[in-house]
């Protein structure tokens, strides 16, 4: 008999909960950021299993260890294999060097993987105690249309997506304005931190208590266990024999929610030899590493990869939780991790927009590989790491794409004067009809849409 896993909270000053509290709950009640008291372990013949399987078969296998008897496991079989239900291409580019595909699901980037898991669970469990929730989300553009993607159509679950009316592409609006059944999407004639400040009044306000209203950013456990699995994938799949015991990584990162289940999977037992964590010129982090010293940039600098321009990412807090340290979420350090072990595990760099051109330039001259700005940011990593470092050239290195290059077809067709192909996802978006509710930007407004548009039916 296996022992339920308790999830603590980063700030030390909560109470320990179950996995489906810390999936419904979102944050703890200190603020803190949920991480499991115990990391649940995998064997070297476990792993080699997996070299066999399907994706969501991998993902089963993992995500069951975390949840424990938490959930029945037909439910969760069933559960992973509805929600991967795409491919995770393993492109070579040459040598023994790799990209892996994120960007297969049906909004066509990487938090697909995340969002799809986490709709289906907290569905599952609402449905069991017969509640409903409303999800709130601010986006900027990506977040706002994986999580509508992912909880259309769910039966106890209303979204409701707020979005600054001129700072989303054509494309990542008709992503989420053209779903409809239980999402609405609210226009904003103001910015993302105006979306994002009327989001929070909400939360806080006790005049909504009734309407159940929750959160699904990507400081939710469940954002972050489904994110270990594509890291076993890899792995598994791409191990070809003795040479290939251990594994090096590189994740293109903002909020690091991606790389924190990187690290979970290494301190699960995946052989990882390195990973290189490549920021854009947002760089608080590999500052970090190498001066022990954390200062945020505020405000955050607008690069390209502009899911990444994050200045005080909130993972971080349980990055420094993994290796013995705290962090508050205001980013003060109560106690140093330690720092030799970090430096050991990861590589850390910052890649300025100038050098992501380049890369996107020269990864398709030579090699053929089409890569988006994120993606670029992470391969460039890669080339740093490789530089002054012949050791490093038989090992097996697989570089993170997080979105599809057709998500940003201006900017690939001034460096590369091509129209990235259009995955089937993204196909037909232009002809569907949008539905919109355009509110004024100031809380009695939003207040009163929430309170009259029927919720809770
Ligand atoms: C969100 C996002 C990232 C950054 O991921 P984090 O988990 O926040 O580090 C990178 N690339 C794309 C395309 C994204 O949407």
């Known amino acids: ?48 299993t997996f070299s066999s399987m399907e994706y969501y078969e991998i993902a089963y296998n993992i995500i069951k260890k975390f949840l424990h008897t938490e959930m029945e496991d037909e439910i969760l079989f069933a559960l992973v294999k509805d929600a991967y239900n795409f491919e995770v291409p393993l492109e070579k580019v040459y040598g023994n060097k790799y990209i892996m595909r994120l ?15 986490m709709g289906r669970s907290i569905n599952h469990y609402l449905k069991k105690e017969n509640r409903n929730l409303v999800i709130l989300t601010a986006t900027s553009g990506d977040t706002g249309s994986a999580i509508a993607n992912a909880f259309y159509g769910l039966e106890s679950i209303k979204v409701i997506v707020l979005y600054p009316e001129k700072e989303v592409t054509l494309r990542q609006r008709k992503q989420m304005t053209t779903l ?105 982090f590999p500052v970090l590493l190498r001066t022990q010293k954390y200062h945020k940039i505020e405000p955050s600098k607008n690069c390209i990869s502009s899911a990444m321009n994050v200045g005080h990412p909130s993972n971080l807090s349980r990055l420094v939780a993994l290796y013995g340290g705290v962090m508050d979420e205001k980013g003060n350090i109560e106690k140093q991790p330690d720092y030799e072990l970090m430096n050991r595990d990861i590589f850390a760099v910052s ?95 939003f207040k009163q849409f929430l309170i009259t548009s029927n919720l809770n039916n």
């Not at 999830?7 to 009640?29: C, D, H, M, Q």
């Open 1 to 48: 008999m296996v022992n339920l896993i308790n999830y603590y909270s980063t700030n030390l000053n909560s109470p320990k909960v179950s996995f489906r509290e810390a999936l419904l709950k979102g944050i703890a009640p200190d603020r803190g950021l949920y991480m499991p008291e115990v990391i649940p372990q995998i064997s070297m013949a476990e792993i080699d």
């Open 103 to 117: 960007d297969q699901g049906p909004t066509a980037s990487f938090k697909d993987f995340a969002a799809r898991f």
């Open 180 to 284: 409809g059944k239980n999402i609405q999407i609210i226009s904003i004639d103001g910015k993302f931190d105006d979306c994002q400040a009327l989001v929070k009044t909400a939360f806080s306000d006790k005049d909504l208590d009734h309407l159940n209203l929750s959160s699904a950013n990507s400081i939710n456990i469940g954002r972050l266990v489904p994110q270990i699995v594509y890291y076993f994938y890899a792995f598994a799949k791409l191990r070809k024999g003795k040479n290939d015991d251990k594994i090096v990584f590189s994740v293109p990162s903002g909020n690091f929610g991606d790389m924190m289940g990187g690290v979970l999977a290494m301190k699960m037992g995946l052989p990882v030899d390195k990973f290189i964590i490549s920021t854009n010129s947002n760089d608080e």
């Open 351 to 445: 890649v300025d927009d100038e050098t992501t051109r380049k890369t996107i330039k020269e990864t398709y001259n030579k090699y053929g590989t089409l890569l988006e700005p994120h993606g670029a940011v992470g391969w460039s990593g890669v080339n740093k790491w490789l530089e002054n470092n012949e050791k490093h050239e038989k090992k097996l290195v697989v570089s993170l794409e997080t979105a599809h290059p057709a998500k940003f077809p201006e900017e690939i067709n001034r460096i590369l004067d091509i129209d990235p192909e259009l995955p089937d996802s993204l196909k037909g978006l232009d002809d569907k009809p949008e539905q919109i509710f355009k509110i004024e930007n100031d809380y009695s407004s």
